[in-house]
Each structure stands twice: as structure tokens, then as C-alpha cells.
């Protein structure tokens, strides 16, 4: 089924002369480089100390899910066209890279990026690798699915099985609801 | 001191900043993300608070260096930007102490923390205070017994080899961690401000 996406994100970005902090439609928001997020994504990947790509995946679905759930309220965001659009408008503006969410339902989809910040950032500071290292889009991906089909975080497991930092022409993920 | 803390700050907080075309925002030599402040501090935290007493301090140098790597070469991007040569360049009379000051200001335009410089013995030693800072909101009620401005940290290091390291090095392999820091104090375990100690590595 084609699907005509149309509706744009509204961002408000304040900065707050006293605090000095900078918010992103009401949440804090703060800049920071491909050095820092492969270095995290580097180190829960290698994190022999616990689950460590659990623990960025799951850090991100819970910022994520907050950020959309609150958009979609505020703005009252109710269709899943839009829903979708708006999350992959977001991964965008915030610079995360190019977003396609090929297909959705409440059980299972598709996702596609054509460009990223984490394998593109580290491909940048270490070149290629054999594996993918996208826990955080795969945690954004769970969020994404979690807030347009109203399900609470940890209901769906997203499989990264094409990277771009691998080589391939663009990065892929199934996702199930567990 | 040349530094307009007030102008700097004022000027460099309007700076735009949002994806292009492809999703990706490439400034200052590398690229930037625009993620809630609460994402860096769950992995932060969730990591430094589950790890077993005797890996907390493996998992904060963990946690540091990602920051003093993010500093080292995002810093260097932003003291040779055009911005940086548009508004702070004409204030710069002393260097790098000015370049130090400005790039505090900067830090502090930017969201990562409300922070100066409040001691600076050239080539050896920096203190910084940091008045607000997003890596405290960890703790909303009490006092953490448990630093936890792992971020602030690793940019004050890298800042410090950035002024007194030598070259820039992209590769990181020399320049970066000539410097360490340590922090005396935090917001987030009941001080007024965190404060931020710099020597030599």
C-alpha cells in the first residue's frame, strides 16, 4: 500500500539564558559528536562487565518512546501514517540519519536507513567492521513501534541483519513484537 | 581576561543545528547529534550503578573517555570553526589561556554544562566550576554519594591537551590524554556546583 506522508514535525527549541540549558520541545537536549556516540556504542558492545548492548538498546527505547509519546500527545498525533512520519522526521532533525519505515503493524515491520550517524560516525573514526554496532537506532526502532501502536517500552525486539557499517548499501531491521 | 563570557555565550546559543538532507548534521570536523540530555544519562548511570564495586571504576574511565575523545576532536573542530573565528577570534589576546576561557564559554553555549575557568596555572593545572549541568539530573531528590559528570570530566581533559598536549593529533595517538580530571565536587551530591580538577596525566 502507497503511503503519502505529509505531516511535518514542529520543532520548538528554547534556550534558557539562566540555566544555560537547551530544550527540544520541552526536553533537555544536548549536542554531542560521533566520537562520543560510537565510543558508548563501542562500549556496550564490548562490555564484559554486563549486557551492554541491552543496556544501550533499552536506553534508548525509553528516551525515545518518551520523546514520541509526548509529541503525540501534544499534538495530538492519533494516525499511524502520521505517527510514522513525524519518527522518522525526528531521527533526522536530530541527526541520526535517514529513516525509512518500509512497512509497520501492530506485530511485525520493516526498517531501512539510508544514511547513519552511528556507522557513518564510525566508519569515519575506525573504518568498516563485520558486525553491526546500530543498538541505538535498533532501541529508537522499538520506541517508534512501542508509540504508534500504544504498547508499553520492551514489547518489541528489533534484529539489525543489514549495516551500512558493514558494507551494505543501507542498514535493515525486522521487528517483532516479543 | 578577553574573553566575553556573556556575548560568547549569547552568540554561539543561537547557532542552528538540524539534520540535513541525509539525516546528518557534519559541523566542526565531525558529526553532531541533538539527543535528549536523559539518553546519555540512563546508559550513564544504569552502567555505573548495575556494574559490581570492583568494575565501577573501569566503567567510569569508560564512560570519561568517550567524552575526552568527543572533546580532544570536536574541541579542535570548534577553536578552528568559522564561528569560532567570527565571534571569539577578536577576543583572543592570550594564548591558549584565552582559547581555554572561550572554550569554556562555548561548552557552556552549547547545553553541556554552565561552567568557567577559575584557576589556570599555564601547562599544569585548571580548576572549573560548573553551576548547572545536565549529567546532574540523575539525582532529583538527596545527595548521590557517587560523582556522576563523566562528560564534563573528559572535555576538561581534552581541552588541557588541546592547550598545553601539543599538535593536534587526528589520530588521537599523541595530544590526547596528556591530561586527567578528577571531580571534588557535584550538584548531584549536594554541592553547590561541581567543580572540576585538571593535572597532568
Redesign the interface.
Known amino acids: 500500500m502507497a503511503v503519502i506522508k505529509k505531516t511535518e514535525i514542529e520543532?520548538v527549541?528554547k534556550?534558557n539564558?539562566q540555566?544555560?540549558?537547551?530544550t527540544?520541545n520541552g526536553?533537555?537536549?544536548?549536542?554531542?559528536?560521533?566520537?562520543?556516540?560510537t565510543?558508548?556504542s563501542r562500549?556496550?558492545d564490548d562490555?564484559g562487565?554486563?549486557d551492554?548492548r541491552k543496556?544501550?538498546f533499552?536506553?534508548?527505547e525509553?528516551?525515545?518512546l518518551?520523546?514520541l509519546c509526548s509529541y503525540y500527545a501534544e499534538q495530538g498525533i492519533d494516525s499511524i501514517e502520521d505517527r510514522i512520519a513525524i519518527a522518522e522526521q525526528y531521527?533526522?532533525?536530530?541527526?541520526?540519519?535517514?529513516?525509512n519505515i518500509k512497512c509497520a503493524g501492530a506485530e511485525s515491520g520493516e526498517v531501512e536507513l539510508?544514511?547513519s550517524?552511528v556507522d557513518?560516525?564510525w566508519i569515519?573514526k575506525w573504518g568498516k567492521r563485520d558486525s553491526a554496532v546500530n543498538f541505538i537506532t535498533c532501541g529508537y526502532i522499538a520506541a517508534v513501534f512501542s508509540a504508534v501502536f500504544d504498547h508499553p517500552a520492551r514489547s518489541y525486539t528489533v534484529a539489525e541483519f543489514a549495516s551500512l557499517v558493514k558494507g551494505d548499501e543501507r542498514s535493515r531491521f525486522n521487528v517483532v513484537l516479543a | 581576561m578577553a574573553i566575553d563570557r556573556k556575548k560568547v555565550?549569547?552568540d554561539m546559543?543561537?547557532v542552528?543545528?538540524?539534520?540535513n538532507?541525509?539525516?546528518?548534521?557534519p559541523g566542526?570536523n565531525?558529526?553532531?547529534?541533538?539527543?535528549?540530555?536523559?539518553?546519555?544519562n540512563?546508559?550513564a548511570e544504569?552502567?555505573t550503578r548495575?556494574?559490581?564495586e570492583d568494575?565501577l571504576e573501569?566503567?567510569e574511565w569508560?564512560?570519561v573517555?568517550?567524552?575526552h575523545?568527543?572533546g580532544y576532536?570536536?574541541g579542535y573542530?570548534i577553536i578552528t570553526s568559522e564561528e569560532w573565528k567570527a565571534i571569539v577570534g577578536p577576543m583572543v589576546e592570550k594564548v591558549p589561556d584565552d582559547i581555554l576561557h572561550g572554550a569554556f564559554a562555548v561548552f557552556?553555549?552549547?547545553?553541556?554544562?554552565?561552567s568557567e575557568v577559575i584557576e589556570l596555572v599555564p601547562n599544569e593545572r585548571m580548576v572549573v566550576r560548573a553551576y548547572?549541568y545536565?549529567e546532574s539530573?540523575v539525582v532529583s531528590y538527596g545527595a548521590s554519594t557517587k560523582f556522576s559528570a563523566y562528560m564534563i570530566r573528559g572535555v576538561c581533559a581534552a581541552f588541557m591537551d588541546l592547550a598545553y598536549g601539543g599538535d593536534y593529533d587526528p589520530t588521537g595517538e599523541t595530544g590526547l590524554r596528556t591530561f586527567q580530571c578528577q571531580q571534588t565536587k557535584g550538584i548531584e551530591c549536594g554541592d553547590e556546583y561541581g567543580e572540576f580538577v585538571i593535572t597532568r596525566a
Open positions: 520543532l527549541h534556550f539564558s540555566t544555560c540549558r537547551h527540544l526536553h533537555t537536549s544536548v549536542l554531542h559528536c560521533h566520537h562520543y556516540a565510543l558508548y562500549l556496550a562490555c562487565m554486563l551492554g543496556l544501550l533499552e536506553c534508548a525509553d528516551s525515545f518518551e520523546v531521527y533526522a532533525v536530530t541527526g541520526l540519519g535517514k529513516m539510508l544514511h550517524h557513518e560516525g569515519k | 555565550i549569547a546559543a543561537k542552528e543545528v538540524l539534520g538532507a541525509d539525516g546528518l548534521i566542526f565531525v558529526f553532531v547529534t541533538q539527543l535528549p540530555a536523559a539518553f546519555w540512563r546508559f544504569r552502567l548495575q556494574v559490581s568494575l573501569a566503567a569508560l564512560l573517555n568517550a567524552a575523545e568527543c576532536h570536536t573542530g557552556t553555549a552549547w547545553g553541556w554544562a554552565k548547572d545536565y539530573d
